[in-house]
């Protein structure tokens, strides 16, 4: 057997305007257009998320280079203090350490990091060294990761796209049509009727067979989102996501019993590892979680997180995180389809979700995406060189 290369050094550095951290956009972005969240009980940060400070991380970008000269590499949200986390905490489980040593290192990673991490910015940059590790060992083998997982269960991937215009997504193949919601409980009964009017005028576009679901973004309480969920029944709403603050376990419990029969509940992309998720699950909080894996726990613990979320009967859509999301769902049975982030202004065309950072990114093509197109070493992605990194500390 050939020699197994050892990881030789970690670097970690940033970068600003979209990609991993896809709120990071320009004005005029669907994104950032009077979007409910937790924060729009204060009316001076209702209109935009980048007012109260979404946009403030950026992204972090992880490298790993080995003795034999590979280089893997991922992207996630994390920015500047991410990257000191990576080079003056996290570097020294790495350098020395073979290449195939994922599991150890994702180990001592999370039980050195837990009397100040757990979940939030810390798991981001544990995933995004986790991800790093992924792609590095695929580019030492030269083979994709999805094979790495044990291969895929499908031949295509099929998408739903989130966008503020579902009805253009339905022309561009996709699935369903997941929309922002407007307005917040702060914004009173009148609030609540609009975010029904849009809901009802989408459903009218659409058609009464594509999938429409509600994306709250945490924004909401139990009563109000009970009856947003009652109201949107008459519009086929399929699902209601995020509708509760992720410490919520037991609004999500209870928002579970009271949605009608047939609408699914969603939650879990601000959740992180296998303990939240067993929370949750135990719970009966929700039909589907959406973890992110670029901010879960990376690949290494998504797949724990999946088996639990399997033995619950609950499905695994994970949250935007493109190349990432694409390979694990790809060898999931119970992840039978995936999200795909219209990150165009207008929701109006497809671009990769983590442009501009990425280079040889791929998008569905008519809401599907063959294996084929994940047939590259690693993750299958390498980064754009007209993106100017930063590295802000060294170790
Ligand atoms: C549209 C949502 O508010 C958020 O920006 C993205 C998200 O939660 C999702 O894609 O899911
Ligand atoms: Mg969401």
């Known amino acids: 057997m050939s020699q197994i290369p050892t990881i030789k050094q970690v670097r970690a550095y940033t970068l600003k305007g979209g990609g991993a951290d896809y709120h990071d956009q320009a004005d005029g972005h669907w994104i950032d257009d009077h979007i409910a969240t937790p924060m729009s009980k204060y009316p001076e940060f209702r209109q935009?998320?980048?007012?109260?400070?979404?946009?403030?991380?950026?992204?972090?970008?992880?490298?790993?280079?080995?003795?034999?000269?590979?280089?893997?590499?991922?992207?996630?949200?994390?920015?500047?203090?991410?990257?000191?986390?990576?080079?003056?905490h996290l570097a020294r489980f790495l350098e020395g350490a073979k290449v195939t040593d994922i599991e150890r290192i994702w180990d001592q990673m999370y039980l050195s990091t837990l009397y100040y991490g757990r979940k939030g910015i810390v798991i981001n940059t544990i995933s995004g060294v986790d991800l790093a590790m992924w792609d590095l060992l695929g580019k030492v083998r030269g083979e994709p990761v999805h094979q790495l997982l044990g291969g895929a269960v499908r031949d295509e991937l099929q998408?739903?796209?989130?966008?503020?215009?579902?009805?253009?997504?339905?022309?561009?193949?996709?699935?369903?049509?997941?929309?922002?919601?407007?307005?917040?409980?702060?914004?009173?009964?009148?609030?609540?009727?609009?975010?029904?009017?849009?809901?009802?005028?989408?459903?009218?576009?659409?058609?009464?067979?594509?999938w429409l679901m509600l994306d709250c973004w945490m924004s909401l309480d139990l009563n109000y989102a009970t009856r947003l969920a009652q109201g949107a029944?008459?519009?086929?709403?399929?699902?209601?996501?995020?509708?509760?603050p992720p410490d919520d376990y037991w609004g999500y419990a209870a928002l579970k019993k009271n949605v009608p029969t047939g609408m699914l509940v969603t939650t879990g992309e601000h959740e992180a590892t296998r303990w939240g998720f067993r929370q949750l699950l135990e719970m009966g909080c929700c039909d589907i979680i959406q973890p992110d894996v670029g901010w879960c726990g990376g690949i290494t613990e998504l797949l724990k997180i999946s088996a639990l979320a399997d033995a619950h009967q609950a499905l695994v859509i994970p949250h935007g995180s493109s190349v990432y999301s694409y390979h694990f769902v790809a060898t999931r049975h119970n992840s039978p389809f995936a999200e795909f982030l219209m990150m165009a202004p207008k929701a109006d065309e497809v671009v990769p979700m983590f442009h501009p950072q990425l280079l040889g990114e791929p998008v569905p093509v008519q809401g599907?995406?063959?294996?084929?197109?994940?047939?590259?070493?690693?993750?299958?992605?390498e980064l754009n060189p007209a993106c100017e990194l930063q590295r802000p500390y060294t170790h």
């Open 159 to 210: 998408f739903y796209a989130t966008g503020a215009r579902p009805d253009l997504a339905q022309n561009m193949g996709f699935i369903g049509g997941k929309m922002p919601l407007h307005h917040g409980p702060a914004e009173g009964e009148e609030g609540l009727r609009r975010n029904l009017e849009e809901l009802a005028t989408m459903r009218e576009r659409v058609g009464p067979d594509f």
């Open 48 to 88: 935009s998320r980048r007012s109260f400070g979404i946009n403030v991380l950026g992204t972090l970008v992880v490298e790993i280079e080995d003795s034999a000269g590979n280089v893997g590499f991922a992207v996630t949200t994390g920015g500047e203090p991410a990257a000191y986390i990576v080079e003056k």
């Open 368 to 381: 599907r995406m063959r294996l084929s197109a994940l047939d590259k070493p690693g993750f299958g992605v």
């Open 233 to 244: 029944q008459a519009h086929g709403l399929k699902w209601i996501e995020e509708a509760l």
